[in-house]
């Protein structure tokens, strides 16, 4: 069965798209066949992964047309091994307004219809989601009912996620297979007193919700970024690989 997952937040900035990307590239690493679906109208992780390009070429079939229903699925293929792509192109920054306007039958669940037809041909499917809660998000988030919510470990993050958990919260009440997978510390500096108070007040406040292992701030992340890679993948050895490799066992222990 497809383990199908939601990277999602309402704040930009916190190792999002960073976190799908690596989690895509270490599971390929492990022989999982992965769909990465780039949800956010800025293609951040199709830039992660050095396909920028193809986000205005019109003739690229992404996400979009995924929703659409646009035939035959097109994805991009092995861009990391074991991973396909389904980018993200101008066309997203249209979609919420089409479903919003246009009289589609469960606009809402477009996305989970879609994917029920192309999801079988992989192990994990990952959502990296725009910074926003919308429509969008929400589609994805019935499509990928398996959330991970990275957290950036400043103080102006605790109050965000206590909103974003009451959110989800919300969403479960009508649909029961939406779960917190696990809520990931990032940008971490242990060095420094606020991020390691934040990440204690967010230990007491989700518990088990927390993924063991917080991801360090690292200039090395960025570098790999700049030049289309995931960490995982430029610098395996690096601490920041490592946390992340870290973390794909932890996913996978609880999927």
């Keep these: 069965m497809t383990c199908r997952i939601s990277v999602i937040n309402h704040k930009g900035g916190c190792g999002k798209t960073t976190t799908a990307v690596n989690l895509a590239a270490a599971l390929g690493a492990r022989g999982k066949r992965v769909l990465l679906i780039d949800w956010d109208s800025q293609s951040h992780a199709t830039l992660f992964v050095g396909l920028g390009a193809i986000t205005s070429d019109p003739s690229t079939y992404g996400a979009a047309d995924l929703i659409m229903g646009k035939q035959p699925f097109q994805p991009q293929k092995n861009v990391l091994p074991g991973v396909d792509l389904l980018p993200g192109t101008e066309e997203l920054s249209f979609i919420e307004e089409r479903l919003l306007t246009n009289v589609i039958q469960g606009s809402a669940f477009r996305l989970s219809m879609q994917l029920d037809q192309v999801a079988p041909a992989y192990d994990f499917v990952i959502i990296d989601c725009g910074p926003t809660i919308g429509l969008m998000a929400v589609s994805a ?8 919510v990275p957290i950036e470990l400043e103080v102006a993050s605790v109050d965000g996620a206590v909103k974003l958990f009451k959110v989800l919260q919300n969403l479960r009440a009508s649909n029961e297979s939406i779960r917190i997978l696990g809520i ?10 606020s991020p390691t108070e934040v990440l204690n007040a967010l230990r007491q406040a989700f518990g088990a919700l927390m993924f063991e292992r917080p991801i360090h701030r690292a200039q090395a992340v960025a570098d790999a970024v700049s030049h289309g890679q995931p960490i995982v993948v430029r610098d395996p ?19």
């Design 184 to 193: 990931l510390g990032t940008k971490y500096h242990e060095s420094a007193k």
């Design 141 to 148: 988030i019935l499509a990928a009912p398996n959330i991970i």
């Design 237 to 255: 050895s690096s601490r920041a690989a490592t946390q992340y490799d870290m973390l794909t066992d932890e996913v996978l222990a609880r999927v």
